[in-house]
């Protein structure tokens, strides 16, 4: 009796091991991110956006785990971004690179099948990059004023990589606030658009700063103003919009190129969590602070609800913009 009393004990002693071990096996599979995580890039391989997430997935891995990119294209970034609206398998480990093309998209398109800030968690912004408002070298303006004030009187014309992208919707925004009639000239990428503006084929741009700034800097492109809200610490002597059209209607104008991670609104708080604390370390490291001159940028603030916050005012402006442009599709 004694015996068989023992080997009760025992059996139930192992029992009881076997379900704490089970208990914190299944703790511990839950963790996350327990798979890799997928950062998707709304646009075609080698572009800004490309190389930003590819450096952002590089210095990531080094926190959490492997971040794999994957490139789809199409449609003004919806189509990615359609896709992860949709949720379903996978989507608590995909997160997406969003930039002006999340809120201008939903403008242009006004039947997209997800709304852009509800079906979405936010997580982070990671850079805001100005853009600049240049003419050609040998143009007869030299001042935003002096611009305005003949684009009022001519018709005078600016260029884009395309219909809908962040330039041309910055061009149209002055156009707006400045009452000019200034005429659209689209092209297929910065690639056609740059050399059309050197050469002065279009009289002003509003173009990213990575774009312009090597011809800033060589003498071909004279930088009126930036776009942000304040001056760029690699443009120091060119005054803001805000600042240089005072006078024109201009002294509430901001637009940037903004990067941020969003993710699926069923997206884990844990991941969240994670992601914003891994991304607080990566930001201050020294690799990606001295990644961010080559874009002309600075560091994003906003996080979870300021960026959702600044994602749904970019959304109002830009829906405004394109129902004064007749932009809708």
């Given at each position: 009796?004694?015996k ?20 914190s096996?299944?703790a ?24 930003l ?5 590089d210095l990531?891995?080094s926190?959490?785990t492997?971040v794999v ?12 971004t ?47 990059i100005?853009n600049?408002?240049v ?29 809908g ?15 000019t ?50 001056p ?24 940037s ?5 969003i993710?699926h609104?069923?997206?884990p ?8 604390a ?24 906003e ?15 830009w829906?405004?913009v ?8």
């Open positions: 009796m004694l068989l009393m023992k080997r009760l004990v025992r059996s139930k002693s192992l029992c009881a091991l076997a379900a704490v071990s089970l208990t096996g299944a511990m599979a839950d963790e996350w991110p327990d798979n890799n995580i997928r950062l998707v890039v709304p646009y075609s391989a080698g572009g800004t956006t490309d190389l997430s590819r450096k952002v997935a990531l891995q926190e959490l492997t990119v994957e490139n789809r294209p199409g449609a003004g970034s919806t189509v990615a359609g896709q992860l609206a949709r949720g379903g398998r996978g989507s608590d480990h995909a997160i997406l690179m969003a930039s002006p093309g999340h809120t201008i998209g939903a403008s242009l398109y006004p039947n997209l099948r997800y709304n852009p800030v509800e079906d979405f968690t936010f997580i982070r912004n990671v850079i805001n100005p600049v408002m003419v050609p070298a040998d143009s007869p303006y030299t001042s935003v004023a002096e611009f305005v004030e003949a684009a009022r009187t001519q018709q005078l014309s600016f260029s884009s990589p395309g219909i992208s962040s330039i041309h919707m910055s061009g149209e925004l002055f156009k707006n606030l400045t009452g009639q200034l005429v659209h000239v689209p092209f297929r990428g910065s690639g056609e658009a740059l050399p059309a503006l050197l050469a002065g084929d279009v009289d002003v741009a509003f173009e990213n700063m990575p774009t312009v700034y090597p011809h800033i800097q060589s003498g071909k492109l004279r930088a009126l103003a930036v776009t942000t809200a304040t760029s610490e690699f443009l120091p002597e060119v005054p803001t919009l805000q600042t240089a059209g005072e006078g024109y209607g201009l002294e509430n104008y901001e637009t190129a903004w990067f941020g991670l993710a609104k069923s997206f708080e844990e991941g969240v969590t994670k992601l914003q891994a991304l607080d370390t990566m930001m201050a490291s020294d690799k990606f602070q001295s990644f961010l001159p080559q874009f002309g940028a600075v560091a994003g603030q996080v979870g609800g300021d960026f959702r916050q600044m994602v749904n005012a970019e959304l109002v402006k829906a405004e394109a129902e004064q442009a007749n932009l809708k599709r």
